[in-house]
Structures are given as C-alpha cells and as structure tokens.
C-alpha cells in the first residue's frame, strides 16, 4: 500500500447539526499520524491524551503503568493500511478524558495517490469544532447558546475567555491547510532522512 492513500471522514459524535472532517493519509501512515491530522483540521491543540478503539484493543500513548486504566498499545505501531488489509474501516477515537470528545473514524475508500499533492492532506468538512476545555458537550452547548445572543448575560465572559467571537461555521480553512502542511513536511523530511541513511549503509 506504499502509493495507496486513505480518504477518511472524522465526525463528532452527540453533536448536531453534524460536525465532521475528511482527510487523506497515506495508507501507510500509523494510527499516531492519524491522531496527529484530527488534531490539526480539528484545530485542537494535542493537549490532552487520545485513544482509538478498535475492536477490544485501545492504542493510544503507551504508559508502564496503565494497568489502572484500559490496557493501550501504541498508536505509533498500527498503520491504516493493516487496519484495511484486517477489514476494518469503522473505529472510534477519544481525545481529553475530560471534555470525553469522541469521534466516528471511518475509512471511506483506497484510493491512488497523486504525485503532485502533499499528504497528510484536509479535503473538507463543516462546522467548527469546540475550544480546548469547554466543557464537553454541555459546556459546547452553553459555550454556543451564549455566543449566539448579544445580550446573553455570560456572553462578554466567554468571549474573553475564548479570545474573540466564536463563528460556529468558519471552520478556518486555510488554518488546517496550514497545520497539515506542516504534518506533510515533516513525513517528506522523515522520508527523506530515512532514504539517506539507506543509502550511506549500501
């Protein structure tokens, strides 16, 4: 699957209207790659620890002592391809423990990549998602319902907070092509060393 890449649809469960993004990965890709790109067009700030289910198996960060918690492999050592290769294109993934915010991956198809597009890559999506520590999705809600009335009496406290006004359709894209060029150019720059090395051992 070394030219093969994954178009995958990302979606926020428990939220409506529905919130969800596409991605293209190369299919050789891990799961921590893929964690990386939902982190980017979901324009989360990797704060927090993540998780994919998948079947009775968790891959996540690995920790010596998870005993306490579900026993996680890491998600480095899964690539989509095998996952493919196993049957499986449907999986949850779970970002902040907290704020609980979990997602529906789905491995649409395998398609050919194209030699002039840089991967990882964002295709589309709508709606943006929630700021880092809302409040999960209650907190989401209230975050919104005081976003969308001027005169809502904690409206000026979550704008600043947040930072500015909260636009629950702009999903900046032009701000996740950016976070995924940068997860491109560091796949070019590891293949590129990886090639270099080969060739100063031949």
């Not at 596409?22 to 921590?32: F, G, M, Y």
């Not at 990386?36 to 700030?45: P, T, Y």
């Not at 492999?73 to 993934?93: C, N, P, Q, W």
Request: hydrophobic residues 40%; aromatic residues 10%.
């Amino acid at each position: 699957m070394t030219d093969q890449i994954a178009r995958i649809r990302i979606t926020l469960e428990d939220l409506k209207p529905a919130l969800w993004r596409r991605v293209e990965l190369p299919a050789i890709n891990s799961l921590k790659t893929l964690h990386l790109a939902i982190q980017a067009c979901m324009l989360f700030e990797n704060y927090h620890l993540f998780r994919f289910d998948i079947g009775d198996t968790a891959y996540g960060i690995r920790f010596d002592d998870d005993d306490f918690m579900i026993r996680t492999r890491d998600a480095a050592h899964m690539r989509i391809g095998k996952l493919v290769e196993r049957g499986i294109t449907s999986f949850t993934y779970t970002y902040d423990f907290g704020d609980d915010w979990r997602h529906r991956i789905e491995i649409e198809e395998i398609i050919p990549a194209n030699p002039g597009i840089d991967y990882p890559r964002f295709v589309d999506g709508e709606r943006r998602a929630p700021p880092e520590d809302v409040g999960g999705t209650p907190g989401f809600e209230e975050f919104l319902n005081a976003m969308a009335k001027p005169r809502h009496p904690e409206r000026a406290s979550m704008v600043q907070w947040y930072g500015g006004v909260f636009n629950p359709t702009d999903i900046s894209p032009d701000e996740i092509n950016a976070r995924m060029a940068k997860l491109a150019k560091r796949r070019a720059q590891g293949r590129a060393a990886y090639a270099d090395a080969k060739s100063r051992d031949s």
